[in-house]
């Protein structure tokens, strides 16, 4: 290679080629992206965050939470169910061939048998799908996270170290305003043994008047200011509250199923 | 007979061509670079104590940690990258760099950038993109200082006087190309004109990638072809597989840097993985061209000097390479994603392997450029060995606290709490890395200042000579006073 503009050339072949592909490719694909229905239902998702949760994002960005926390919950695959709505005019014989059958943790095509044979039987059989995997073991959330969960985020802080728990369904399984505000008061009040920076920054400790300010915290005992004193959360704190408690992405949708009723599970 | 020869005095010329903007960038990045590790090692005491400068909302770990890291990659890495290109390429063409008064300014408008973009993480405006954390004012000077140095390059490099092309200008001119199309479509898309939804992220990786890896591969390895064959004393083995290596690593490279299980189509992590597997044809080349150019570890690896940096920097690279490929493959990328090990590959490519191979050309470079040696020499040997033993604290303890994070964040009746537990002692023996890289800064900041300093006396020596010279008959300054008088 003796001349310099083939070295130009090959360098644009190569750009180029992954610009169509990662940023041309997907802003054709996704940069239209519209609300889509949920799964079995007629409600649209997602609905833009309200204004103080907008506000949060900003907030959230502005203090690199994401530096910590992610928001993507990961997903191994889906489990099936069967589960038995009727036992039809021969229930004997459906509950001897249930007793005989496996019905949970199977995947599509065993739970299509198993169904077709209760069918047989004369009863009728539904499946249940629900995600598996760690995160979802964990509670983080009940699917894994998809493009759709982040239609009206800007920006879109995905974050890529778990130093800190998975936050993309926080709102779910932590939905109390005042624990989170707490919980960033001084995180080991709320979690022992907590590795987050207390963001003491973000509330006010003031003299309590004749009445404690509607807004101020509510501690656990053991931790709670000094007596006299309380602590009120600024305008920062609450928009970024309201943000965490905004984040949950738990609606099935086409691209990531599950059912409903498995929330109920135990 | 003892008149320097023609190609002395050109060489001569081109070094002392590069002089001063070569003072302007590397004196800067010096200074970043001290600033960074200084940040990096606050952010990593915060482990030891979450509540350390807690009250500081500058100082919290959320803008502490990317600005240790673009202080690093903005500060030192680019700068440095861009001043030992226009060095090499004016050495490689045999051409002195001519107006240099442009890339002096472009430096100075690069470290101004740095500062206003470091600025803006501290007091909140980060742009919240991974490695693109500049908001517009930071971002938009140090594309502007990079078009001029990149302009000024491509120059030189047009105006080279043997045309023939040695593989590093492959490398360089291609990285050359590539800062501003990355930079330019992931600032316009992300902050300028934000698109909607998860094409920010897929950007944002697009762009991380390419900067982190290709950019700092392309740039690493054209100076270490460079300096590899020059201080060994071998040449390299084959232009060809060099060659072949620049077009598998830039074809594959370029495509790396979605992680599976993504929340984006499934096509995008897909065409990641398998890149990212491909990049062990480059690897591999990577591996022979050093063993058949330079065999294995030899004494002049750990003298400290130039070579071992650049020796050292080439190892650090295909070792990043092929912690890259294992984070990519699909099983092993389940468990390491989400976890510490992220972070040690990119330490170890950022630190590892290119700051290395910059120290290592800047500790060649400088000194001949300015025609003054470093006023602590054997400070060098000090600062390699830091560095070495700085680094392999830093990295591996990351990287093994990251696969048992990784194992414990795999099993869902281990609480979540317990997966940061485990990796906490980890996290403080990486402190003591971070604490040796930041002595062995300020060993090069020394010497880079010290070095400035005894430019500047004799600059002001040389000038006061003047002034005090006795007129002679034939000086210029002379027949200057004698058309005055004459005027008069």
Not at chain 2, 65 to 79: E, K, M, N, V
């Amino acid at each position: 290679m003796k001349n310099g503009f083939l070295v130009f050339l090959a360098s644009l072949i190569a750009l180029g080629g992954s610009w169509c592909g990662f940023v041309l490719l997907p802003v054709l694909q996704l940069g239209g992206q519209k609300q889509t229905t949920v799964l079995n239902a007629s409600e649209l998702y997602p609905v833009g965050r309200p204004g103080m949760a907008n506000q949060g994002l900003q907030v959230y960005r502005a203090n690199g939470c994401a530096a910590c926390h992610t928001e993507q919950v990961q997903q191994n695959g889906v489990d099936c169910d069967v589960v038995l709505t009727a036992a039809g005019k021969d229930p004997v014989a459906v509950s001897n061939l249930i007793s005989s059958l496996k019905l949970n943790g199977l995947n599509k095509d065993a739970a299509d048998a198993a169904v077709d044979k209760i069918k047989a039987a004369g009863g009728t059989a539904e499946i249940h799908i629900f995600a598996t995997g760690p995160d979802i073991a964990r509670g983080w959330g009940l699917r894994r996270s998809v493009a759709e969960d982040f239609l009206y985020d800007d920006p879109v802080q995905l974050g890529s170290v778990r130093i800190g728990p998975d936050l993309a369904g926080v709102g779910s399984h932590l939905p109390d305003a005042n624990w989170q505000l707490v919980h960033l008061y001084a995180p080991r009040s709320e979690v022992k043994d907590s590795a987050m920076p207390p963001f003491r920054y973000l509330f006010r400790v003031q003299k309590m008047g004749n009445e404690p300010s509607p807004d101020a915290l509510v501690f656990p005992k053991g931790s709670e200011p000094p007596a006299g004193y309380e602590v009120v959360p600024t305008a920062e704190a609450q928009q970024l509250a309201a943000y965490l408690l905004s984040l949950h992405a738990d609606v099935p949708l086409y691209d990531a199923p599950f059912s409903q009723s498995v929330a109920a599970k135990p | 007979m003892n008149e320097p020869s023609q190609t002395d005095l050109t060489g001569r010329e081109i070094n002392r061509s590069c002089s001063i903007p070569l003072l302007a960038l590397f004196g800067g990045a010096a200074l970043w670079l001290v600033v960074g590790s200084v940040l990096g090692l606050l952010a990593s005491i915060k482990f030891h104590a979450p509540g350390f400068l807690a009250d500081c909302p500058l100082l919290t770990y959320g803008r502490l940690q990317p600005a240790a890291d673009d202080a690093l990659l903005y500060g030192f890495c680019l700068p440095t990258g861009l001043g030992v290109v226009l060095w090499l390429l004016a050495r490689l063409g045999q051409t002195p760099l001519r107006g240099a008064v442009v890339p002096i300014v472009a430096a100075n408008l690069w470290h101004l950038g740095v500062l206003v973009g470091l600025i803006a993480i501290f007091i909140g405006d980060s742009t919240g993109f991974t490695w693109l954390e500049f908001p517009r004012g930071g971002s938009v000077a140090i594309f502007f200082a990079y078009l001029l140095l990149a302009l000024w390059a491509t120059m030189i490099f047009a105006g080279r006087r043997d045309r023939a092309l040695y593989p590093s200008h492959w490398f360089l001119v291609a990285s050359l190309l590539w800062f501003p199309w990355i930079y330019s479509t992931a600032n316009l898309l992300l902050v300028a004109w934000p698109v909607r939804g998860v094409v920010q992220a897929i950007i944002g990786w697009w762009f991380a990638n390419n900067l982190t890896l290709v950019w700092t591969g392309l740039m690493g390895l054209g100076v270490i072809f460079y300096f590899l064959p020059k201080l060994s004393g071998r040449p390299l083995e084959s232009h060809y597989l060099a060659l072949f290596a620049f077009w598998t690593f830039i074809l594959f490279g370029t495509w790396c840097g979605i992680p599976s299980g993504a929340p984006v189509p499934a096509w995008l992590p897909a065409i990641s993985t398998v890149a990212a597997a491909c990049l062990i044809v480059p690897l591999i080349i990577l591996v022979i061209l050093g063993w058949r150019t330079v065999g294995f570890i030899q004494p002049e690896c750990l003298a400290g000097g130039p070579y071992a940096f650049v020796r050292l920097g080439l190892g650090f690279f295909r070792l990043s390479l092929l912690l890259l490929i294992i984070l990519a493959c699909p099983h092993l990328g389940r468990v390491l994603n989400f976890t510490w090990f992220g972070p040690a590959e990119t330490q170890l490519r950022l630190y590892g392997f290119f700051a290395m191979t910059m120290f290592g050309a800047i500790y060649y470079v400088l000194p001949r450029a300015v025609g003054i040696e470093f006023p602590f020499p054997k400070l060098l040997r000090v600062h390699f060995w830091l560095s070495l033993i700085g680094i392999v604290l830093l990295v591996v303890p990351l990287a093994i606290g990251g696969v048992v994070q990784g194992l414990k964040l795999q099993n869902p009746d281990i609480a979540f709490g317990l997966s940061t537990q485990a990796v906490l002692p980890f996290l403080r023996v990486s402190t003591l890395g971070l604490t040796a890289i930041l002595l062995g800064n300020l060993l090069f900041f020394v010497n880079i200042m010290g070095l400035t300093l005894l430019w500047k006396f004799d600059l002001a020596k040389k000038f006061i000579a003047f002034v005090k010279s006795p007129l002679e008959p034939g000086s210029a300054s002379a027949s200057l006073r004698r058309d005055r008088e004459v005027r008069a």
